[in-house]
């Protein structure tokens, strides 16, 4: 039987790249065969409408053969979000009771940072500077497409570079604990 899992992203058309992959990796990491896909119906287009509980349930009851839903977004520097997002994973846990699980993490502080933690950095970046950057994305980011010539490829190469970065998974792991680490361990003891 096939554990398919449906990774919700604030907005699917750049995220995709990253976040599949990712989650994917965490799944292995957790001795997990499952069947990934990205919810692109409906795509919320923001974090506002993602953290929409009818949002969400409308979600749920359009794919009834998922056993996990993650919810993914950016912290984007809102402190409250992560409560949010706890907030969430809790009522719609409990509503689906043993149907299927339902997890909620925030990107510390944009999913782009996934990218940038597996990636080797220029010797002048702090990764507490990167980590704490709540615009990250146009940033640190913005300057690693730059730096490795990807701002041709399609979604600025979000999809090669993400490729690159979870080669070293471990890296990621160790420059991502509060939330890549809390995946891991949610995932790990709830499938």
Same mark, same amino acid.
């Given at each position: 039987?096939?554990?398919?899992?449906?990774?919700?992203?604030?907005?699917?058309?750049?995220?995709?790249?990253?976040?599949?992959?990712?989650?994917?990796?965490?799944?292995?990491?957790?001795?997990?065969?499952?069947?990934?896909?990205?919810?692109?119906?409906?795509?919320?287009? &923001?974090?506002?409408?993602?953290?929409?509980?009818?949002?969400?349930?409308?979600?749920?009851?359009?794919?009834?053969?998922?056993?996990?839903?993650?919810?993914?977004?950016?912290?984007?520097?809102?402190?409250?979000?992560?409560?949010?997002?706890?907030?969430?994973?809790?009522?719609? +846990?409990?509503?689906?009771?043993?149907?299927?699980?339902?997890?909620?993490?925030?990107?510390?502080?944009?999913?782009?940072?996934?990218?940038?933690? &597996?990636?080797?950095?220029? +010797?002048?970046?702090?990764?507490?500077?990167?980590? %704490?950057?709540?615009?990250?994305?146009?940033?640190?980011?913005?300057?690693?497409?730059?730096?490795?010539?990807? %701002?041709?490829?399609?979604?600025?190469?979000?999809?090669?570079?993400?490729?690159?970065?979870?080669?070293?998974?471990?890296?990621?792991?160790?420059?991502?604990?509060?939330?890549? &680490?809390?995946?891991?361990?949610?995932?790990?003891?709830?499938?």
């Amino acid at each position: 039987m096939s554990f398919n899992v449906l990774v919700i992203p604030e907005d699917f058309t750049k995220d995709e790249q990253i976040l599949k992959p990712l989650v994917q990796r965490i799944l292995d990491d957790c001795g997990r065969k499952a069947q990934v896909q990205v919810c692109r119906n409906p795509n919320f287009q &923001g974090v506002q409408t993602a953290l929409r509980l009818d949002a969400l349930r409308e979600v749920i009851a359009l794919y009834p053969m998922v056993q996990l839903f993650i919810l993914i977004v950016d912290r984007d520097g809102k402190s409250g979000r992560k409560q949010r997002t706890d907030e969430i994973e809790k009522t719609l +846990s409990d509503e689906l009771r043993s149907k299927a699980r339902f997890f909620a993490e925030v990107a510390w502080q944009e999913v782009e940072i996934f990218i940038l933690a &597996g990636l080797d950095i220029p +010797s002048g970046w702090r990764w507490s500077e990167i980590r %704490a950057d709540a615009d990250v994305k146009n940033t640190f980011f913005k300057e690693m497409v730059r730096l490795r010539g990807t %701002a041709r490829y399609p979604h600025e190469g979000r999809k090669k570079l993400m490729a690159e970065s979870i080669s070293n998974w471990q890296r990621i792991k160790s420059r991502c604990p509060e939330d890549v &680490g809390a995946l891991i361990a949610r995932v790990g003891e709830q499938t």
